[in-house]
């Protein structure tokens, strides 16, 4: 990654300037690198000097002045061991004092052999090695529909787990699965009250149930009562109430693999907050012993006084494990089983309260400090007309939502002049890849604290930000080297020695060579956005480019040659940035 050359150059300039006593000693403040919004100000700028400047009370420009007659000018010989060629062109002091450096074009022609070469591995990098990550997402709730929420947690979560992989981070996902709690009690009190057949009951069904059970019980509190009850045989492993939890558990899951065959989406492991029901009686004993937790009136709590957060129960009056304290048992379990470095929980606003109370509790146990544990809070799904969340009874099933997006996707697809003569097999394929593609694309484009407004048009728009224009993008670049009939592994060598390139064609490689950095970026911010305004801008200048250059047409051989790499290594880093993103590439559409 050059940004990060850069940024260890510089550094190396000061400490030489340092020790050599031509500037005075102060401790380094973080080195920022930028890219200028204006190109006349260079590829990379660095207000490093007049950052110094302040402290050491001296004219910026003359440490912008000596800092850049300290910097080398790096190699770069990946690609060709044998053809070292510098990476910077040139370097030069601006305004008051930024240093802005200028990349070569040499560096930026042999990306593309870079690209060619390392092909789905391009951008990918080391920076995790030996770290590992556990992320929690998707966790649904078992006998409750599977939320839109939770699709968002399902598709951010995944493609944060794909980032950090393609980081070399260890990543373990785990579906942190609703399958235990008081509600449970309620349930099985009213499949026992109203008779319900266990080979009758449906997801639905079952929100019924639940429902209902909270409609009567406001004028018969006894129903609490009894509810109550069934959760204690549950905990005490009654084998009735196990039979009834165990098929509820079983239909749903059933219901929610077929969202996430949908998808197209594996999670390690699922293993769900029942797992963790006994451990939790132990973490409890270890808040009293540690004087984490307290008794009051009955119950055992967690207070957090200096932190301003309201108390949490961890243990009930009536001796029912509480979902904090699963919660704190399967830290505790990560912990021990995975060490992991980082813990990210996709989860939606609504919870971003008892995250930060699970969050300390785990500082106050000792166990961990809570800055390893990030929150990505998301945003909700929302309707043109107005919410798209699941209201008492108005229940959107999601299943629809994607079977929606596969159809409408089919009749773009039956329509478009360059389906003609595919299979219809082949045409099934394609819709479901755009389909569901969409729908992901929509979601993960945006921040992922932002309200999203969910609009088909624009989820399915072929020409604007989304995932079917990139789908067409890289099927427009495959089509074009087909036709060209040359060979993509011999594009690999890109020696083209071609150097005044058309602005059409510096675009897209002052473009590609920022990938790798953009990759790391995504992961440090969680924001896999940042790769969907990428591959957004790359696809952009790639069919701009498209729409001037001839290619194949194209003056010169060695033109054609290089035109020809541009547009194998464009539809590679776009298919690169799919696959972080966890949709999928047709060959054509
Ligand atoms: N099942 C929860 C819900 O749907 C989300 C679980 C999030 N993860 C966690 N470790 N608490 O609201």
């Given at each position: 990654m050059v940004r990060n050359e850069i940024k260890s150059l510089i550094e190396q300039a000061i400490k030489q300037l340092q020790k050599q006593k031509k500037l005075a000693k102060f401790d380094i403040p973080e080195i920022l690198v930028e890219h200028p919004e204006n190109r006349a100000y260079g590829d990379y700028s660095t207000n490093i000097a007049l950052q110094i400047a302040k402290t050491i009370k001296k004219n910026p420009k003359e440490i912008a002045e000596a800092i850049k007659s300290k910097i080398q000018n790096p190699n770069y010989s990946?690609?060709?061991?044998?053809s070292k060629i510098q990476i910077l062109e040139k370097i030069e002091i601006a305004g008051p004092g930024f240093i802005n450096f200028f990349v070569s074009k040499e560096f930026l022609q042999k990306q593309i052999a870079d690209v060619l070469r390392q092909g789905?591995?391009?951008?990918?990098?080391?920076?995790?090695?030996?770290k590992t990550v556990v992320i929690d997402y998707s966790s649904p709730n078992i006998a409750k529909a599977f939320g839109i929420g939770h699709l968002r947690s399902t598709i951010i979560g995944q493609s944060l787990y794909n980032i950090y992989k393609f980081l070399g981070w260890k990543t373990i996902g785990d579906?942190?699965?609703?399958?235990?709690?008081?509600?449970f009690g309620k349930l099985i009190y009213q499949i026992k009250e109203k008779k319900v057949f266990l080979k009758d009951l449906t997801i639905e069904k079952l929100e019924k149930l639940y429902i209902e059970f909270h409609r009567e019980a406001e004028k018969n509190p006894e129903m609490e009562k009894q509810a109550r009850a069934w959760f204690q045989k549950l905990e005490a492993r009654d084998k009735e109430a196990k039979k009834i939890w165990q098929d509820c558990r079983a239909i749903s899951l059933k219901e929610f693999q077929k969202i996430y065959n949908l998808l197209g989406i594996k999670i390690?492991?699922?293993?769900?907050e029942s797992f963790y029901k006994d451990m939790a009686k132990d973490i409890i004993a270890e808040a009293i012993e540690k004087k984490v937790a307290i008794q009051s009136q009955g119950a055992i709590i967690i207070k957090y006084k200096k932190d301003k957060f309201p108390p949490v129960i961890i243990?009930?009056?009536?001796k029912a494990t509480t979902y904090l304290a699963r919660d704190l048992a399967a830290v505790k379990y990560r912990i021990s089983r995975w060490h992991p470095n980082l813990f990210i929980y996709e989860v939606g606003a609504d919870q971003y309260l008892f995250l930060r109370q699970l969050f300390l509790a785990v500082e106050f146990l000792g166990?961990?400090?809570?800055?390893?544990f990030i929150h990505v809070v998301h945003g909700l799904v929302r309707r043109k007309q107005g919410k798209f969340s699941t209201r008492k009874g108005e229940t959107i099933h999601l299943e629809d939502v994607l079977k929606e997006a596969v159809k409408r996707a089919r009749e773009i697809i039956e329509k478009s002049?360059?389906?003609?003569?595919?299979?219809k097999k082949e045409k099934e394929k394609i819709a479901k890849m755009v389909g569901i593609g969409a729908i992901k694309y929509n979601d993960l484009?945006?921040?992922?604290?932002k309200d999203i407004i969910f609009n088909w048009e624009k989820v399915l728009?072929?020409?604007?930000?989304?995932g079917p224009y990139l789908q067409y993008t890289i099927t427009r670049c495959q089509s074009v080297i087909k036709k060209s009939k040359?060979?993509?592994?011999?594009?690999?060598?890109?020696?083209?020695?071609?150097?005044?390139?058309k602005k059409e064609e510096e675009n897209i490689l002052k473009t590609i060579y920022k990938f790798p950095e953009i990759v790391q970026e995504s992961a440090d911010k969680f924001s896999p956005n940042l790769l969907c305004n990428f591959a957004f801008d790359l696809a952009q200048k790639y069919n701009h480019f498209y729409n001037i250059c001839p290619i194949?047409?194209?003056?010169s051989i060695k033109e054609k040659e290089f035109r020809l790499a541009l547009t194998a290594a464009t539809s590679q880093v776009l298919k690169n940035c799919l696959n972080l993103l966890g949709i999928s590439a047709p060959e054509k559409m």
């Open positions: 990946k690609s060709n061991p044998k789905d591995k391009f951008g990918s990098s080391k920076t995790g090695k030996g579906n942190h699965l609703g399958d235990w709690g008081t509600q390690d492991y699922t293993i769900g243990l009930k009056s009536d166990w961990e400090k809570k800055e390893k002049e360059t389906s003609k003569g595919f299979s484009s945006q921040h992922y604290s728009n072929l020409k604007g930000n989304s040359v060979q993509p592994r011999s594009l690999q060598k890109a020696d083209f020695e071609l150097f005044d390139f194949i047409q194209a003056e």
